[in-house]
Nanobody, 125 residues
Framework: QVQLVESGGGSVQAGGSLRLSCAAS??????MGWFRQAPGNVREGVAT????????NYADSVKGRFTISRDNAKNTLYLQMNTLKPEDTAMYYC????????????????????WGQGTQVTVSS
């Protein structure tokens, strides 16, 4: 069983930075990802990373601003978010999957079977 606990959210002004963390148990062999959901919107994929951390993929809206990484020795997933914009405001969720999934599908909700409770990120203009 995989348990995921996010932290690091908060309030920041536009242009600022935040780093989210996700403490994970039993997930070093899994693909992992970050998703976000703003009020009234569907949950969308932000970034994903391979089990060894040697492959990543990003949503177009965050490319060049966000960086996903993982430290398997610490069982921790990270999301470094720079140059934040008000439209980045959302609840951010950590996810892991034990499914066999095409890499092109790893930014979709259906690819993941383990989820954290989320951490709120608010960006003011």
């Amino acid at each position: 069983q995989v348990q995921l606990v996010e932290s690091g959210g908060g309030s920041v002004q536009a242009g600022g930075s935040l780093r989210l963390s996700c403490a994970a148990s039993g997930s070093s062999i899994y693909y992992m990802g970050w998703f976000r959901q703003a009020p009234g919107n569907v949950r969308e994929g932000v970034a994903t990373i391979s089990p060894r951390g040697d492959w990543t993929n990003y949503a177009d809206s965050v490319k060049g601003r966000f960086t996903i990484s993982r430290d398997n020795a610490k069982n921790t997933l990270y999301l470094q978010m720079n140059t934040l914009k008000p439209e980045d405001t959302a609840m951010y969720y950590c996810a892991a999957t034990s499914k066999v999934v095409w890499p092109s599908m790893l930014l979709t909700l259906e690819s993941y079977n383990y989820w954290g409770q989320g951490t709120q990120v608010t960006v003011s203009s």
